[in-house]
């Protein structure tokens, strides 16, 4: 979705995304699906949960799961927030002991704490 430069996304908005995000962002077809004689997924392709769970797609073996639905809600894949995550561990400034002047182990950040399902400090 696009919208217009300076333009507010009203909330209703953001939470419709959310959901269809949500809804498809979690698995992806590992072979086609067929629904009767018509091709319902293709390789690759998105499929929503609610289809999974109908039809029991998981426990066939033909998705597999890509993204939480917390990072699905988001739009992003497991592999994409995880990058992240490193990423941002990577770059948080070490704190260092004043009383031995030797570094201390790096402050837990906003990414390590989003792992964890926890609060950040």
């Known amino acids: 979705m696009t919208n217009p430069v300076g333009a507010e996304v009203p909330e209703a908005l953001r ?3 959310a959901e269809k995000l949500e809804e498809y962002g979690q698995f992806v077809a590992t072979q086609q699906i067929n629904v009767g004689t018509a091709l319902a997924f293709d390789v ?3 499929v929503p949960v609610s289809n999974v769970e109908r ?4 426990a066939q073996g033909v998705v597999k799961r890509v993204a939480s639905p917390k990072n699905a809600r988001l739009g992003i894949t497991d592999e994409q927030a995880k990058a992240q995550d490193e990423a941002e561990l990577k ?3 070490a704190e260092t002991d ?3 002047n030797e570094s201390a182990a790096p402050p837990a950040t906003k990414a390590a704490a989003k792992a964890s ?3 950040g400090s």
Do not use: N, Q, V, W
């Open 15 to 17: 939470d419709l995304r």
């Open 44 to 46: 690759g392709h998105p």
């Open 55 to 58: 039809f029991g797609y998981e």
């Open 91 to 93: 770059t948080a400034p």
């Open 98 to 100: 004043e009383s031995t």
């Open 117 to 119: 399902g926890t609060k």
